[in-house]
């Protein structure tokens, strides 16, 4: 199994201001993933972040709006920037194990 | 990209019944999961279903897998206000070596006590 934490567990933030949320996991990981949860939606995966490469990102999904960081197997950091209210959503990171993924509770963002 | 579909897309339903999700796509999958997701947590997995006509038990929870594998059932039997949540189903991909998970659209069930 997998402990995921994630910070901050919500915040409410400007217009034009940017958020960045930590996910920290209890053992070392290869590849942790990025995913928005929009209002009473399904999961949707923004990039892969493998440790000391660029994270690669999905469709409609770019590195200017949302960086990421890997410093470590066992870090990542994910930033929403230039917020708009369109942003407001719930963020998850996880990691995996084999078959298995494992989640964070998530980072509830709402943009005013 | 592969879409799954879920239906429905919101249930509510009294204590006691009986329910049955369904998810579907035009894909083959070489296997296919399903996750439940309780408000103010990440999606927890249920189930990881591999075989064509494959049916498995969790409790009161039966999944099945279709026989083409472009398909799966969640049923619930006798709900209770603990199967309350946003029940997921997904589908694993290879993509650059390693595993990503794709989810279907969802589905919110209440059970009202």
């Known amino acids: 199994s997998a402990v995921i934490s994630q910070k901050p567990s919500r915040d409410i933030c400007q217009r034009g201001t940017s958020l960045t949320i930590q996910c920290q996991v209890d053992s070392q990981v290869t590849m942790m993933f990025w995913y928005r949860q929009q209002p009473g939606q399904s999961l949707t995966l923004i990039a892969t972040a493998n440790q000391g490469s660029e994270a690669t990102y999905e469709s409609g999904f770019v590195i200017d709006k949302f960086p990421i960081s890997r410093p470590n197997l066992t870090f990542s950091t994910l930033t929403v920037s230039n917020m708009s209210p369109e942003d407001s959503s719930i963020y998850l990171c996880?990691?995996?194990?084999?078959?298995?993924?494992?989640f964070g509770p998530g980072t509830r963002l709402t943009v005013l | 990209t592969q879409l799954l579909e879920q239906s429905p897309q919101f249930l509510s339903i009294q204590e006691g019944e009986n329910l049955t999700v369904y998810c579907n796509s035009s894909?083959?999958?070489?296997?296919l999961q399903w996750y439940r997701q309780e408000p103010g947590e990440g999606p927890v997995l249920l189930v990881t279903v591999v075989t064509g006509g494959e049916v498995k038990k969790l409790k009161r929870l039966t999944f099945q897998f279709g026989d083409a594998r472009k398909d799966s059932s969640l049923h619930i039997t006798a709900a209770q206000p603990g199967d309350t949540g946003l029940y997921l189903c997904a589908a694993l991909r290879n993509s650059g070596g390693y595993q990503k998970v794709t989810f279907g659209t969802g589905t919110k069930l209440q059970v009202i006590p």
């Open positions: 894909s083959v999958f070489s296997s």
């Open positions: 996880s990691v995996d194990r084999g078959l298995r993924e494992f």
